[in-house]
């Protein structure tokens, strides 16, 4: 079985040339055998490319851009399916092969086997369990910190009713200092009256 990948060696299109470099680089590092097919100068190449490209998978002029994707007769896809796929790390069921042995994607998850993102099965699922521990133990002060505010509030209970007395107190005192200066103030305004008078 071999991959073959359609492009356009003399293509114009800046995006169309860094698709086409991005998945002949990417089958060459992981050292999947492919051949390259041009189709700008063999016509055979671009008749054929057209032809097996599925009919919903064409764009809208019927046209298909390169890269083309497949495996011997079988369409893998275009670029974007070949983006997708390699993102989602699904790569060598996209182009219909079988993971090399000792690869990511054969691993169980006892070997600890590598996820999409980067992370390692048994880190994942350890962090896991750390994250669950520590929600539950933040649940425990939180439940802490309720008891303690319960127990506050019967003292601020206590500490409110004493303040309403104080400031029942305070309010007796202020407005009986308030009658005493306008007592004082009014001898003033009687003494300023009779200086006037004279």
Same mark, same amino acid.
């Given at each position: ?9 003399? @293509? ?100 600890? @086997? @590598? ?9 994942? +699922? ?16 939180? +439940?802490?910190?309720?008891? !303690? ?6 003292? @601020?209970? !206590?500490? &409110? ?21 306008? !007592?004082?103030?009014?001898? &003033? ?6 200086? !006037?008078?004279?």
């Amino acid at each position: 079985m071999v991959i073959k990948v359609f492009v356009a060696t003399s @293509s114009g299109s800046i995006a169309i040339r860094k698709k086409q470099q991005e998945v002949v680089g990417f089958l060459e590092a992981n050292k999947i055998d492919f051949k390259e097919l041009d189709i700008a100068g063999d016509e055979e190449n671009r008749k054929w490319m057209r032809e097996n490209v599925p009919g919903e998978k064409k764009p809208q002029n019927g046209i298909p851009l390169p890269p083309q994707i497949f495996n011997e007769e079988q369409y893998c896809g275009d670029f974007d399916s070949f983006f997708s796929a390699k993102e989602e790390n699904i790569i060598y069921s996209f182009l219909g092969l079988a993971p090399p042995p000792g690869s990511k994607v054969t691993k169980s998850s006892e070997e600890a @086997s @590598s996820l999409p993102n980067g992370d390692v099965a048994g880190e994942v +699922q350890g962090a896991t369990e750390a994250t669950e521990k520590a929600e539950e133990s933040g649940e425990n002060e939180a +439940q802490k910190e309720d008891n !303690e505010d319960s127990g506050n509030l019967a003292e @601020s209970s !206590e500490k &409110e009713e004493e303040g309403e007395t104080a400031t029942e107190e305070t309010e007796g005192i202020t407005e009986e200092g308030a009658e005493g200066e306008a !007592e004082e103030e009014e001898p &003033e305004e009687k003494e300023e009256a009779g200086e !006037e008078d004279s």
